[in-house]
């Protein structure tokens, strides 16, 4: 199953958190990311590096679309050369199956720069 291929779905308060074992199938597909805690809530993280802040500051705006599209929200820090995403699940304060789909779309919109 290709992650960049599935359909972020509306999530509500009490829906599951990602199992272990979902977790372990679906990071492979997402080297890059790291599962990191904030503040006792697990979430994805990935630092994207770019030559200046002009191309950061554009694929910051391609993930704020993507999101918009498909009504899940990541933490965004634009900085020169870089953009770090953060995704996880506010509603359920942690890891749902959305959040590793929409890292994978994040990868795909990197990869096509």
């Known amino acids: 199953m290709d992650l960049s291929e599935k359909t972020c ?5 009490g829906a599951p958190l990602a199992t272990e074992e979902e977790i372990a ?5 997402i080297p890059e990311w790291k599962i990191v ?4 809530v697990n979430q994805l993280r990935r630092v994207y590096a770019f030559a200046n802040f002009v191309d950061a500051l554009a694929f910051t705006n391609k993930v704020g679309a ?18 770090t995403t953060s995704w996880w699940t506010h509603k359920i304060k942690g890891l749902h199956v959305n959040d590793f789909v929409m890292a994978a779309k994040t990868d795909l919109l990197f990869q096509a720069l």
Not at 9 to 13: K, M, S
Not at 37 to 40: I, N, R
Not at 66 to 83: D, M, S
């Open 9 to 13: 779905t509306a999530c509500r308060v």
């Open 25 to 29: 199938l679906f990071l492979p597909q």
């Open 37 to 40: 805690e904030v503040a006792g």
């Open 66 to 83: 993507l999101a918009e599209e498909a009504g899940h929200h990541p933490a965004l820090l634009t900085e020169w050369g870089r953009v």
